[in-house]
């Protein structure tokens, strides 16, 4: 049984791993599912009602393993197991999910107890699994098991052969001011530890003029961004999509030049793996990433893309400079990246880890 609290179509890394979770699970193996696909609005009437049906479920059924999203949920699965001895519980750790500790003093007392007597966690990186083991989570329930992505699910030759004809299709605002341009793409939620308010500032001034940013989706940060977008001028090279769609999102991973996650340090914000490196890696999208946190795990350097030092302008703009200058060893990177992505992070080799997990806990 898995219980979640972030489900599509709300959008976010951890709503991806959710999804791809229980569509691969339930493919091999009888599974319930109980979500909230209603965002944090929900969240306060979600937990009552996902205890209630988790209950019912397990009086019916024979269910013997409790998969928790995030740690969030922690106490309901301690309490779950407390009612039924006889299944075991395990979570999956972000990153965020431990590092509440820093920002709500009851999490420690509540949720971080409850996380440390569950069966086993599942954490998305290694920069995780470091995180669990700092707060005293014992390291023998701890197992890293990397994000996936569904490698077909997203790639698109077709929209990379036609995309200049496209873009007035899917972005009709934007497709006159990119038309020639080298198109850097940015997607997921606008967060300061993402960086682009530091990659405005510091790197876009000293590409190229023909070196445009393209920034997907909204979020907390996103005010200040724009500011700095005026405040240097850029505002016919920076340009805001707004929420994308799963249909954009497939179409701007197969019609940009680069990708890019220049995320910089930010106390109690971690970055936990981040989904949409690989996602664009697998579509043959270069990501150029900062070499920090969860992007470690998710971006092997020269591999499935370039890692550089977080806040190093000068890296970045020489980086960038060299692929938009050299688009033969653009190209070769990118079906690198894709080939390495589908040996690593394909949910055919992630689901299998997962089952393989789940099969160990049912034995023992």
């Known amino acids: 049984m898995f219980i979640t609290r972030t489900y599509p179509p709300t959008i976010g890394g ?11 699970i339930s493919r091999v193996t009888k599974a319930y599912l109980i979500k909230n696909s209603f965002g944090r609005k929900a969240l306060p009437l979600f937990a009552p009602w996902a205890f209630i049906k988790a209950i019912l479920i397990l009086l019916f059924t024979d269910v013997k393993i409790v998969h928790l999203g995030d740690g969030v ?15 075991k519980v395990v979570s999956n750790i972000h990153g965020l999910d431990v590092d509440y500790v820093e920002q709500l003093w009851l999490y420690r007392y509540t949720n971080m107890w409850a996380i440390k007597r569950l069966d086993k966690i599942y954490a998305v990186s290694q920069e995780t699994a470091d995180t669990c083991k ?41 497709a006159q001011a990119i038309e020639g341009k080298f198109i850097i793409l940015s997607l997921g939620r606008i967060v300061k530890r993402k960086g682009l308010a530091w990659f405005i500032n510091q790197v876009m001034p000293k590409l190229p003029p023909k070196a445009v940013l393209a920034i997907g989706s909204s979020g907390p940060d996103l005010e200040r961004v724009k500011k700095t977008v005026a405040d240097n001028k850029l505002e016919n090279r920076v340009f805001f999509l707004g ?35 690989i996602e664009a890696a697998s ?24 890692r550089l030092p977080s ?18 060893e653009r190209v070769k990177l990118g079906k690198k990246a894709r080939k ?14 997962y089952l393989d997990e789940f099969r160990k806990l049912e034995n023992k």
């Not at 949920?73 to 299944?87: D, E, H, N, Q, S």
């Open 134 to 174: 700092r707060y005293g989570i014992p390291q023998e329930i701890v197992t890293v098991i990397p994000n996936g992505t569904n490698v077909n699910e997203l790639y698109d030759p077709r929209i990379q052969a036609e995309k200049t004809r496209l873009w007035p299709k899917y972005f009709p605002q934007i």
């Open 243 to 277: 929420f994308v769609n799963d249909q954009e999102k497939k179409f701007l991973f197969n019609a940009s030049d680069l990708f890019i996650m220049p995320n910089i340090k930010v106390k109690g914000d971690r970055e936990g793996f981040g989904i949409t490196v």
């Open 340 to 353: 390495y992505v589908k040996e690593h992070f394909d949910w055919s080799v992630i689901g299998r880890k």
């Open 283 to 306: 579509s043959e999208l270069v990501p150029v990433v900062a070499d920090l946190e969860g992007l470690r795990d998710a971006v092997a350097d020269q591999e499935n893309g370039l």
């Open 14 to 24: 951890m709503e991806t791993l959710s999804y791809n979770l229980t569509r691969n």
């Open 311 to 328: 806040k190093n302008a000068e890296k970045f703009v020489e980086t960038i400079k060299f692929l938009m200058d050299n688009p033969e």
């Open 73 to 87: 949920l922690a106490p309901v699965g301690v309490i779950l197991r407390w009612l039924f001895p006889r299944i």
